[in-house]
């Protein structure tokens, strides 16, 4: 019996668009809004809504399921695959068996795009492996109010930082074809400005004119959408009383038809249900998948009742059906893209087991968190610790807790609330371990944990005291714990929580000499601690190797590289503190503080050795809107070790039509240098990215006039050598 003749959607050898366009005109209304529809896969029978409501795609699935219903899809009348999507957001690390790497906010103080891709590259074989195709992630939201419990989540507060290592994390993700082996797709979210909160509280209101939309927060997410990246998230908040879900001109006008976005949106996790539920901007579901499908929403994230919504709001006449059309040709392009007509990409569960968690993979958890640890305080060159030390004490309630250390979206956290699944403790190196591990022949390292992280109290302050007494050295590791951290982790203060603070002051009272290392979803006020610690170490959350990489820095095998790419607090009631702020006069310093500084800035981090820069200079004084600048610098490691310096360039409008930051970062390099070696950093500076702003009709246009451009170490002024160059128009 000769076999079946394809029909044209089935031929691999057809154009995909062919294939696509045949595909359609065969499905009925209901499949079409089926393949606009996800669910959570957890919830529910999976089975029941492929077969009743055709649904096209899955979250929160991992391998053992994914086989069958990728049967049960392929067994319907058009045999249309599924596509599965998890929030693998620094690791697949709600798989207990795959690599998890410090979050985004760590990642970022490496400055580090190569590494930032190739562990992108790893994520997605661990991905890919479990059967799934899809991860919700980079974040490219901008970290501004640090009380927001999603800060950890970010790269960080600048612009031009977060578009370069979001772009690296995509490239990491997808590769040059996401149809290729072992890639996934990416999604860049949450689009846009859903980290400028009111008060720091999440999902609040977004107080935004489309100027200050355009000037900071679309920057990054152009630069994605322009290189490839192949979904976008909706945020779940409204800009000026339009919720982004229903937000037509952010969706449509400017993503998808301005930026030519090649791929498709998906809202966040029920959107669509919120624009009546909680957001009251419309009267019940069939109003709200109306207002989703016609605003530019492609797919909608669990909002269970969006398939018979959106077929009454059709046959109300509240959705043209070649709106369904768009939104499912964008759909079925990215499946026909992934291959899954053609190969399905199903899980090999024997092969899954040998490929996740790989030493070479383990390897690069270790050196992504070594690069970044940021040093903070050294004085007197306390650190890196002597071979010679005999006693140490390592106290604080993160020295040995494995939830702080992996950070948020992994096991242990609200999104994952599978009972009894955690990473298995032998594949994690906590503080202590790695300390003891690494700590020289005949040295005592001894433990007490000192405190809790989440609750005030003194129970275990004079154990901490006693050992404190006894030793050499006291290394605090100390921070937040998850409590603090992700969704609806929104805090009133940035103090240290718990009795941690209480018992610093008791074990620096004792004389011994204290290095904390911070192990923390972010930037903390910790003035006191800076005034009294004899060294500071950040390690933010580091991942199932940060007690490797912390030891790896205390005893010196290693010197500090990171800079912060976010700026730390005197006080909570000193915020905003971001360093690219438009000036102002009488706004410069609360009356109570004794400084308008940051306690540390952006781009700051200390090294074992010192750096010196000399003789910047722009390869020409003038230069046109097309042109490209070169920013020259002479650095020279000053001290007796090899170090890795990250020189950052800076530009300043001296003179605009508007008001404007007083410095942006346009450029910057990593460059390692022996000791007492000097060497010219060239940083190329496109001018109509650097020497533009975004004018009073929210336009980015290149601005004549006069420019500074900075060169250093880090944000502060004293830290920046400055000359001028002449834009012209």
Same mark, same amino acid.
């Given at each position: ?607 074992? +050795?010192?750096? =010196? ?10 230069? %046109? @809107?097309?042109? /490209?600048? *070169? &920013? #020259? ?25 508007? +008001?404007?930051? =007083? ?10 240098? %022996? @000791?007492?070696? /000097?060497? *010219? &950093? #060239? ?47």
């Amino acid at each position: 019996m000769s076999p079946k003749p394809l029909l044209p959607y089935q031929d691999a050898a057809r154009p995909v668009a062919d294939r696509v366009t045949d595909l359609l005109v065969r499905m009925t209304l209901e499949e079409k809004i089926g393949q606009m529809t996800q669910i959570n896969g957890k919830a529910g029978d999976p089975e029941k809504w492929i077969r009743e409501k055709h649904v096209g795609s899955f979250l929160h699935l991992i391998a053992g399921n994914i086989p069958r219903l990728q049967q049960v899809a392929a067994e319907s009348r058009l045999g249309i695959p599924l596509i599965f999507g998890i929030d693998a957001i620094h690791g697949h690390a709600f798989c207990p068996s795959a690599t998890v790497f410090p979050t985004q906010l760590a990642l970022a103080c490496s400055w580090h795009a190569g590494l930032i891709e190739a562990v992108g590259r790893i994520t997605a074989k661990d991905v890919s492996a479990t059967g799934i195709q899809w991860t919700f992630s980079p974040v490219l939201c901008i970290a501004r109010d640090l009380r927001w419990g999603r800060v950890d989540e970010t790269f960080g507060e600048d612009p031009h930082l977060i578009g370069v290592l979001a772009e690296a994390l995509i490239r990491g993700y997808q590769g040059d074809d996401y149809n290729a082996p072992e890639r996934i797709l990416a999604c860049a979210k949450h689009f846009a400005g859903y980290s400028e909160t009111q008060g720091g509280r999440d999902s609040t209101e977004a107080d935004l004119s489309r100027r200050k939309l355009a000037a900071f927060f679309l920057p990054p997410f152009e630069r994605v959408a322009r290189a490839g990246c192949a979904t976008f998230m909706t945020g779940y908040q409204a800009i000026d009383g339009v919720p982004c879900t229903a937000n037509r001109w952010l969706l449509t006008d400017l993503l998808k038809e301005q930026w030519g976005l090649d791929g498709f949106v998906v809202t966040d996790w029920d959107n669509v249900g919120k624009l009546h539920k909680m957001q009251f901007t419309c009267a019940g579901p069939v109003e709200a998948a109306a207002v989703a499908v016609n605003a530019g929403n492609d797919m909608i994230m669990n909002t269970p009742e969006f398939p018979d919504a959106c077929r009454e709001a059709v046959q109300r006449g509240l959705v043209d059906p070649a709106c369904l059309d768009a939104a499912c040709r964008r759909i079925l392009t990215v499946k026909f893209k992934l291959g899954l007509f053609d190969a399905r990409r199903l899980p090999d569960l024997e092969a899954a087991r040998v490929r996740l968690g790989l030493p070479e993979d383990r390897r690069l958890a270790l050196e992504s968190a070594i690069e970044s640890m940021v040093l903070l305080k050294n004085k007197h060159g306390r650190l890196p610790l002597s071979d010679t030390v005999t006693r140490i004490a390592v106290v604080g309630p993160n020295a040995d807790d494995i939830p702080p250390q992996l950070g948020d979206w992994s096991y242990h956290t609200p999104q994952e609330a599978e009972v009894g699944a955690v990473h298995a403790p032998d594949r994690i190196t906590t503080a202590l371990q790695g300390i003891r591990r690494r700590a020289p022949a005949g040295c005592e390292v001894r433990h007490a944990r000192g405190c809790d992280a989440d609750k005030p109290g003194t129970e275990g302050l004079a154990e901490a005291v006693a050992l404190a007494l006894k030793s050499d050295v006291v290394i605090a590791v100390v921070g937040d714990t998850l409590a603090y951290a992700g969704e609806c982790k929104d805090r009133a203060t940035l103090d240290l929580p718990g009795g941690q603070q209480a018992l610093l002051e008791a074990l620096h009272a004792t004389g011994t000499p204290l290095v904390v290392v911070l192990i923390n979803s972010k930037p903390l006020s910790i003035p006191w601690v800076d005034a009294h610690a004899d060294a500071i170490l950040e390690a933010f959350n580091p991942g199932e190797a940060g007690g490797a990489a912390v030891a790896a820095i205390l005893f010196g095998d290693r010197n500090p590289g990171g800079k912060l790419p976010i700026s730390f607090p005197q006080h909570v009631g000193q915020q905003p503190v971001y360093y690219n702020q438009i000036p102002g006069w009488h706004a410069g310093m609360y009356c109570d503080l004794t400084t308008a500084e940051p306690l540390y800035p952006f781009g700051f981090g200390l090294s074992y +050795t010192t750096y =010196a820069y000399t003789n910047l200079r722009v390869d020409k004084p003038r230069c %046109s @809107a097309d042109d /490209t600048v *070169t &920013v #020259s610098v002479d650095v020279t490691n000053t001290g007796a070790r090899e170090g890795v310096e990250i020189v950052q360039v800076y530009v300043h409008d001296l003179l605009a039509p508007v +008001t404007w930051p =007083a410095k942006e970062l346009k450029g910057f390099a990593r460059v390692k240098l %022996s @000791a007492q070696e /000097t060497r *010219t &950093v #060239s940083i190329a500076l496109h001018a109509r990215d650097a020497f533009s702003i975004v004018n009073a009709a929210a336009e980015r246009v290149v601005e004549p006039g006069a420019f500074e451009i900075l060169a250093g170490p880090s944000s502060r002024d004293k830290d920046l050598l400055k000359t001028t160059i002449e834009v012209v128009a």
